[in-house]
């Protein structure tokens, strides 16, 4: 059975992950912990917890729970003190405290949720995502970066505030991979931060594992602002420290009506300017035509249109075995 290493977080990653779930596959997904926006941002300064959010959105994707626990980890309340808050988040938040180990309480939400698959937060440690922009501006916070939407400079350097250490069973999902997934997701607070903790490019650049870069469908505004192709798969390398081997690139038509309400926020389609540099494009139709609808009790900025799940594991299972 290969063993597939996912690398990211949000809903990127929850795509990817509900898709290759319905194969026959060892997976992981090593997931990012800077989260510090919206219920998870709160829950961080108030309760001093982990950041829980992509990593609940990670257990609920490998979920093979009947429908009404994974309904429970998604549901957010719409009013009272709990307005904004999400269930699965406000659960793991507790989890972590009474139990005597992050691990356990990731165990015990697997166990909860039978996870097809191991949930590895990449770091244990308490980290903040740092941008600093050309024009000299720096921003830290997940959270902040993540909706700087104004922001017209490009991002010239992301680090980490404390530096975190790696957790040694992401180091072990990576060394074992076969493959390893990155993406799609937000390129600066989805991606990569994770390969911002100490040891996780090291262990990249020293795994024998294919590596499959699916990249995103649109730009995003204050992050990958007039972004191409080519200047995503850039900056990926330039903190990946490798190429990939693979980039899965959408050639599937996106709504008119979709492309007008990203028009908005100064986002665009990606456009595809790669030329082929040792690595093999799969260009494919990924889009999932179904406009997604925010709940109203989300503070956050949320994406209406995302890669489809099933077209995307199809296409990763016909590298996985070519």
């Known amino acids: 059975m290969k063993k597939i290493t996912v690398i990211g977080g949000g809903t990127g990653t929850f795509v990817v992950l509900s898709g290759l779930k319905n194969f026959p596959l060892e997976l992981s997904v090593v997931v990012t912990m800077m989260d510090s926006g919206g219920s998870t941002?709160?829950?961080?300064?108030?309760?001093?917890?982990?950041?829980?959010?992509?990593?609940?959105?990670?257990?609920?994707?490998?979920?093979?729970?009947?429908?009404?626990?994974?309904?429970?980890?998604?549901?957010?309340?719409?009013?009272?003190?709990?307005?904004?808050?999400?269930?699965?988040?406000?659960?793991?938040?507790?989890?972590?405290?009474?139990?005597?180990?992050?691990?356990?309480?990731?165990?015990?939400?697997?166990?909860?949720?039978?996870?097809?698959?191991?949930?590895?937060?990449?770091?244990?440690?308490?980290?903040?995502?740092?941008?600093?922009?050309?024009?000299?501006?720096?921003?830290?916070?997940?959270?902040?970066?993540?909706?700087?939407?104004?922001?017209?400079?490009?991002?010239?350097?992301?680090?980490?505030?404390?530096?975190?250490?790696?957790n040694k069973n992401a180091v072990t999902a990576i060394k074992e991979a076969d493959f390893i997934v990155i993406g799609p997701g937000d390129l600066y607070t989805s991606i990569i931060p994770v390969l911002l903790v100490d040891g996780v490019k090291e262990s990249i650049v020293k795994s024998q594992a294919k590596i499959v870069y699916i990249m995103n469908l649109m730009t995003k505004s204050g992050q990958t602002t007039y972004y191409r192709a080519s200047d995503h798969l850039a900056d990926l390398i330039k903190y990946l420290g490798r190429e990939p081997d693979y980039v899965l690139l959408n050639n599937g038509s996106i709504p008119r009506d979709i492309l007008g309400i990203y028009k908005r926020y100064d986002e665009v389609e990606v456009a595809n300017d790669i030329k082929n540099n040792g690595y093999k494009i799969i260009e494919d139709d990924m889009v999932d035509n179904e406009k997604i609808v925010k709940n109203p009790s989300d503070e956050r900025y949320v994406s209406i249109l995302r890669h489809d799940a099933d077209k995307v594991a199809k296409i990763l299972n016909k590298i996985f075995y070519a």
Not at 135 to 155: A, C, F, P, Y
Request: some cysteine; glycine content about 8%.
């Open 41 to 166: 941002g709160k829950l961080r300064d108030q309760l001093g917890v982990l950041p829980p959010g992509d990593l609940r959105q990670c257990l609920v994707a490998l979920s093979d729970a009947p429908a009404l626990w994974r309904k429970l980890f998604l549901y957010r309340f719409e009013n009272g003190d709990f307005k904004g808050h999400n269930f699965g988040n406000i659960f793991l938040a507790a989890l972590e405290k009474v139990s005597d180990s992050y691990d356990e309480a990731i165990e015990t939400a697997s166990y909860v949720l039978k996870t097809k698959g191991k949930v590895i937060p990449v770091t244990k440690d308490k980290v903040h995502l740092v941008a600093e922009y050309e024009n000299g501006k720096i921003v830290t916070g997940e959270g902040l970066i993540d909706e700087n939407h104004s922001e017209k400079s490009r991002i010239k350097k992301a680090y980490l505030d404390p530096a975190g250490a790696v």
